[in-house]
């Protein structure tokens, strides 16, 4: 499975990001697609998740500012990113896995780069 990035930059607090994750490969196995974050000196944090029955599932700390969602003609999901925060800046990494809990093993992407500043 690869999965590749696109869609980071720089934007100014409140402002809006669509990050896009594109996956190919061998994908029948892949139930499960998402979005982890990660700051340097943390743990990389769960964002949000879509299954293949569009269950989606989000970290307090962005519900209600993200939305998850994915075209399967494509093998692509997306993350629309609205009213950003400073905190928000970090390296976004989509996860693909096999199950309906995208916090178990998986394939990982290289990561885009979000900054959130003036």
């Known amino acids: 499975v690869q999965l590749v990035e696109s869609g980071g930059g720089l934007v100014q607090p409140g402002g809006s990001l669509r990050l896009s994750c594109a996956a190919s490969g061998t994908l029948f196995h892949i139930y499960t697609m998402g979005w982890y974050r990660q700051v340097p000196g943390k743990q990389r944090e769960f964002v949000a998740s879509i299954t293949k029955l569009n269950v989606t599932d989000y970290n307090d700390s962005v519900k209600g500012r993200f939305t998850i969602s994915g075209d399967r003609l494509v093998n692509t999901i997306f993350l629309e990113m609205n009213s950003l925060k400073p905190e928000d800046k970090a390296v976004y990494y989509c996860?693909?896995?096999?199950?309906?809990?995208?916090?178990?093993?998986?394939?990982w992407g290289q990561g885009t780069e979000v900054t959130v500043s003036p």
């Open positions: 996860k693909a896995g096999g199950t309906a809990n995208l916090r178990e093993m998986g394939h």
